[in-house]
């Protein structure tokens, strides 16, 4: 068995359906079900018995430890955290607590769990530890991509936030020898991304008739990676990682907001026209931009290929293509998750940018 943190989320429930679609290998799934959590994203595990979910805190020692013993899992695969740079910016100490004192709680309990075991389980254990780009800071237009060892830089509460789990999990393999793994990763997309990020939220808000908001000149460029490709990286990474390392995981897609916009818009316009004939162009709107906006990602991920034999199998044109058809088909899935409180924050981030812009 594997244990998954954060596993009704993004990224963590795309990789809990991807791994019992490929082995029987049971997933204990524990999410504390916050507003981005959704065991909606994980329906057709419903009676399986290979998937275990648990509604606990990460940062419940008590809880993560009585787990870990009853359990005995072989890994952990740690996604659970905040992660979206708005609402860091807004109320930072949510993304201190989970990010920082959650990943800390966590890895005390596994640190125990792992110092009582048999030596050939202790040999076999594995931390998987899944952060982000951000990290690493801002790039100028000619810099060369991040790699494992650029120095770290975070400019936004949430970077920050997982820059210090970052360091927490290098400190535990370095003082107590725990067997983690760490990858960062670029921008992903894909299916069951909820709709505040830049993707969804453009295909949502096109297909509802509202404003396609991009912040500032719209130039900020971001490396894009397919959630399908991330997640076997992961697993990847998993199985034959060295211990202790960081492996960057990107999708060498270099690409401006504003030009993924475009792309959006051009994609909707074939596959989902809009009833006036008119293009979805038409609803770009621009927005005063987010304090502290980095200017550029780009992540290095000959590291991953080279020791791995990882590499992207989608193409930015392909995975955006499957993940629009996606949206296109799962209609239901969005309309269930844009609840009241979800639609209060996007107001009051969003609404107040476009007044602002109009005034300009």
């Not at 709680?105 to 530890?129: C, I, N, T």
């Not at 894009?224 to 202790?244: F, M, N, P, S």
Request: with cysteine; hydrophobic share 40%.
């Amino acid at each position: 068995m594997i244990l998954v943190t954060g596993g009704a989320g993004f990224i963590g429930a795309n990789f809990v359906l991807d791994w019992l679609a490929r082995n029987d290998e049971p997933v204990l799934n524990v999410d504390k079900l916050t507003y981005a959590g959704n065991l909606g994203n994980l329906s057709t595990l419903d009676g399986d018995a290979r998937h275990l979910f648990v509604h606990a805190d990460i940062c419940d020692n008590e809880a993560m430890a009585a787990l870990l013993a009853q359990h005995r899992p072989r890994a952990i695969v740690h996604f659970a955290a905040e992660s979206h740079v708005d609402r860091s910016i807004h109320g930072p100490a949510e993304f201190i607590r989970t990010n920082v004192n959650g990943t800390f709680s966590l890895l005390e309990a596994a640190r125990q769990y792992w110092g009582a075991l048999g030596a050939a389980d202790k040999a076999a254990f594995r931390f998987l530890h899944v952060s982000t780009d951000e990290v690493y800071g801002s790039l100028g237009p000619n810099d060369p991509p991040f790699t494992e060892t650029t120095p770290y830089a975070p400019n936004s509460p949430y970077s920050a936030s997982k820059a210090g789990s970052d360091h927490l999990v290098r400190a535990y393999h370095h003082t107590y020898g725990m067997p983690v793994l760490t990858t960062n990763c670029s921008n992903n997309y894909g299916p069951y991304h909820f709709p505040e990020k830049l993707i969804p939220l453009m295909i949502t808000n096109a297909l509802a008739g509202k404003a396609l908001p991009v912040y500032g000149d719209g130039q900020q460029v971001r490396d894009w990676l397919y959630v399908g490709d991330h997640c076997a990286a992961i697993r990847r990474v998993l199985e034959a990682g060295r211990t202790g390392e960081v492996y960057n995981v990107g999708g060498w897609n270099e690409k401006a907001n504003l030009d993924v916009v475009h792309t959006l818009c051009d994609l909707l316009d074939a596959l989902s026209p809009r009833a006036d004939g008119g293009s979805y162009r038409t609803q770009i709107a621009y927005v005063t931009d987010r304090p502290g906006h980095d200017r550029r990602y780009a992540i290095d991920a000959r590291k991953i290929e080279r020791e791995l034999g990882w590499k992207p199998a989608e193409t930015f044109e392909t995975g955006l293509r499957k993940t629009v058809q996606w949206y296109l088909s799962h209609q239901e899935w969005v309309a269930n998750i844009q609840s009241g409180a979800y639609l209060k924050w996007m107001e009051s981030n969003y609404g107040q940018r476009l007044a602002q812009s109009a005034l300009a």
